[in-house]
């Protein structure tokens, strides 16, 4: 299989479960997104399951995010768990590494760069708003929307998980649920377990002053655009 139709085929997947998981525009977008990649790449039903483990090993995927940014490391983090992903980083540098299935990694990545480039986008409407208005910004207010923003989108990540398991115990039952839930938590055991041969120590708790716009930004932001994936790098972004 080559590697453009095995990355294809992971997408797919991962739409497919979004599309599952979420309800009403966002469910709807997820399915489209998976439909026009499969016409697109000739894929056929049976042939998402094609990907098998010995074709996802365990891998390090280093990011560059082009700045040091707190709050981009931080939603690194909060898209990497809500992938089956482990996330580390090295102090005094750009450098993001995510851990985990190679499937996984490649979908963490394509999510956050979609949404840094979301969060970036609306927090410079948002300087520009205060500017023509106030003539002047608030010291540290673009980093505390940046934040704010990530925040929210964490917990959205996250909620997305739990009624993903609420709508399939009412339609399957308590014990299938039970067992896809078990595969999920030992597929992101495994990651973190993988990051700790490579890893040592543990990140700081991070401070940030709350902002309402960016977390009225971080619950409009549509997430699932983010899977469909392509293959940018993240933008240039600005210091926060």
Aim: net charge positive; with cysteine.
């Amino acid at each position: 299989m080559s590697p453009t139709r095995q990355t294809a085929i992971r997408r797919i997947q991962k739409l497919k479960a979004l599309a599952e998981k979420t309800e009403g525009h966002e469910a709807a977008s997820a399915a489209r997104l998976a439909q026009a990649l499969m016409i697109r790449h000739e894929i056929a039903s049976f042939d998402l399951d094609a990907v098998t483990e010995a074709e996802d090993p365990l891998v390090r995927r280093r990011v560059s995010l082009g700045r040091q940014l707190t709050w981009l490391r931080g939603l690194y983090h909060a898209v990497a768990k809500a992938s089956n992903c482990s996330t580390s980083y090295v102090t005094g540098t750009d450098r993001v590494t995510l851990y985990g299935r190679e499937s996984d990694c490649e979908i963490a990545e394509y999510l956050a760069v979609h949404l840094a480039r979301e969060v970036q986008t609306r927090a410079d409407a948002h300087i520009r708003r205060l500017r023509s208005a106030y003539g002047h910004t608030p010291r540290g207010e673009r980093s505390s929307f940046c934040w704010s923003a990530v925040v929210v989108l964490g917990r959205r990540l996250s909620a997305m998980r739990r009624e993903a398991a609420e709508e399939a115990r009412a339609q399957h039952g308590d014990a299938a649920v039970s067992t896809a839930l078990v595969r999920i938590d030992n597929r992101l055991a495994e990651a973190q377990a993988f990051a700790d041969r490579f890893t040592t120590g543990s990140g700081r708790a991070t401070h940030y002053t709350s902002n309402g716009a960016g977390y009225r930004a971080g619950r409009a932001i549509n997430i699932n655009r983010g899977v469909a994936g392509g293959d940018a790098a993240p933008a240039q972004l600005e210091s926060c």
